[in-house]
């Protein structure tokens, strides 16, 4: 259901990762050459292209959350592989995470920034740290009731998902790239 109303409103994009975005990823010189050798194959300048990416993008990034879901499962998988849960059980899990992410920090954030006009207080940095401290708390919760991790383990565990989940939204973001590209 979340997925339905992430995918049919203009809400925060948490799983799109525009044009600008990608140019300041780790990978932004690998792709500024592809970008350039796209843009010159559709005969239009930067700011076009950027127009044209932008566009298809958003609507991929709805299309593929569920890849994201995969990626961030894995790291899932390695931490907890002592607890006995199959793979798809991580996965679950995952799926809880990104429906957390779409309610809390797309759905309800927008809500909350359009009904008290917050949005000219909010930034990258702010709107990072509200992410790390939602996906946080959702993953000390998560690993304390699903997994059973206790005392220092949960709380090292859980920083080191967050990290995880980190490279999982670089890989997410560069296949994101990689797909937006072939179908422009």
Do not use: C
């Not at 919760?141 to 080191?160: C, D, M």
């Amino acid at each position: 259901m979340l997925n339905l109303i992430y995918f049919f409103f203009p809400l925060i994009q948490l799983f799109n990762a525009s044009l600008n975005t990608q140019l300041m990823s780790p990978f932004s010189e690998f792709y500024k050459t592809i970008i350039a050798t796209k843009a010159v194959t559709l005969g239009v300048d930067i700011n076009s292209f950027t127009m044209l990416y932008n566009l298809k993008t958003a609507t991929l990034a709805k299309l593929m959350v569920m890849i994201f879901v995969v990626l961030s499962s894995l790291p899932l998988n390695l931490l907890y592989w002592k607890k006995n849960k199959f793979f798809m059980d991580h996965v679950g899990f995952a799926v809880e995470l990104a429906s957390f992410n779409l309610f809390i920090n797309a759905i309800v954030l927008t809500v909350v920034v359009r009904l008290f006009g917050l949005g000219l207080y909010l930034d990258e940095t702010i709107l990072t740290l509200f992410f790390i401290s939602t996906n946080l708390y959702f993953v000390l919760r998560g690993s304390y009731t699903f997994y059973h991790e206790r005392g220092w383990r949960l709380v090292a565990k859980s920083a080191i998902l967050i990290l995880f989940l980190k490279i999982a939204l670089e890989i997410y973001r560069s296949i994101l790239f990689f797909v937006t590209i072939l179908m422009l």
